[in-house]
C-alpha cells in the first residue's frame, strides 16, 4: 500500500469551502483509494509555512508526495495587479520577476528538500480561479492570469530541472462548477483532483524499500574534502544564491541555450 503525504494550502484543505454534505480533496482521496493519505496541506500557507512547518512531516516511509502551494504567495501580492502599468512593458516584467523571486527560490528550496526523500514526488501548477464575474477580482482576471502563468512557468521549470512530474491544475479546473467560489475548490473540482492524484500514486510495480549500507550518507552529497586539501578550494556561493541565479537566467533565456546569440 503507498503512502501519500499532501502539503500545500487550501487547494488541497478545502474542507471548510464544500457543503456539509460534499466531500474535501482529501476525503475523495481516501474514498476513491486504497493508500494511506496523511494531509499536511493546510488553507492559508504559503511557501514559508511549508519550509517551517510541513516538510518535518516528510517521513522515509512516504511512497509519494504532492505539493500544490504558491496561491497564496501570489494573493499576498495582489496589490502588484492594481498598479499603473504606463511605463515601458520591460519594465513591468521586471518588477514582476522581481515580485516572484523569493516565491520561486522558496519554491525551489521545497523542491529539492522533497528530493532528498524517497518518495516520488509530484508538483501541482497554481490554477487561475473563477475570477471573471466575481464582485473582488473581476478588475484584475487577465493580469491576474498573467502572474499566475509567470509562476506556473517557473514551477514547469523547477520539475524539469529536479525531474520532478508536473500536474496541471489549469487543465483539471475548467469550468465554474469545479470552484467552491472564486479560488477554491469545490466538490466537483477537487474530485477530479484526487482522481489525477490517484492516477499518479497508483502502479502495478510494489515499491520496495531496502536497508541502506552502513556507510551510505542519508543525503546525497558530494564529498568535497579532497578539493579542499588538495586545490585549497571551497564553494564560494550559497544554495540559495544559485537558485536566485539560475532562475533569473531562465527568464532572461526562456528557450535555454538555444535563445542565446553565437557571438
Avoid at 488553507?43 to 511549508?50: E, F, K, L, Q
Avoid at 551510505?216 to 564560494?236: E, F, G, H, M, T
Amino acid at each position: 500500500m503507498n503512502k501519500v503525504t499532501l502539503l500545500g494550502d487550501s487547494i488541497i484543505d478545502n474542507k471548510v469551502y464544500v457543503e456539509s454534505d460534499e466531500l474535501s480533496v482529501l476525503e475523495h482521496l481516501e474514498h476513491l483509494s486504497n493508500d494511506e493519505i496523511l494531509q499536511i496541506a493546510l488553507d492559508g500557507a504559503t511557501t514559508d509555512h511549508v519550509l517551517s512547518s510541513q516538510l518535518e512531516h516528510v517521513s522515509e516511509e512516504d511512497t509519494h508526495t504532492v505539493l500544490s502551494i504558491g496561491g497564496n504567495d501570489l494573493l499576498n501580492n495582489i496589490s502588484f495587479l492594481t498598479q499603473d502599468f504606463r511605463y515601458s512593458p520591460n519594465r513591468v516584467l521586471e518588477q514582476l520577476r522581481e515580485m516572484l523571486l523569493p516565491i520561486n527560490m522558496n519554491y525551489e528550496t521545497i523542491v529539492q528538500k522533497l528530493t532528498d526523500y524517497r518518495a516520488t514526488p509530484l508538483l501541482c501548477t497554481v490554477y487561475e480561479g473563477d475570477l471573471v464575474g466575481s464582485d473582488e477580482f473581476d478588475s484584475i482576471a487577465e493580469s491576474a492570469r498573467s502572474m499566475v502563468s509567470f509562476f506556473n512557468d517557473s514551477i514547469y521549470r523547477i520539475g524539469s530541472r529536479y525531474n520532478v512530474d508536473v500536474l496541471d491544475l489549469r487543465e483539471i479546473f475548467v469550468t465554474s462548477e469545479d470552484y467552491a467560489n472564486p479560488i477554491e475548490p469545490s466538490h466537483k473540482g477537487g474530485k477530479k483532483f484526487a482522481k489525477e492524484i490517484i492516477k499518479v500514486s497508483k502502479s502495478d510495480l510494489e515499491v520496495v524499500f531496502e536497508s541502506l549500507p552502513e556507510d551510505d550518507p542519508n543525503r546525497r552529497r558530494p564529498d568535497i574534502s579532497l578539493a579542499k586539501r588538495v586545490l585549497n578550494w571551497s564553494p564560494k556561493r550559497t544554495l540559495q544564491d544559485m537558485c536566485r541565479d539560475g532562475y533569473l537566467w531562465s527568464t532572461k533565456n526562456p528557450f535555454g541555450y538555444e535563445c542565446m546569440s553565437v557571438v
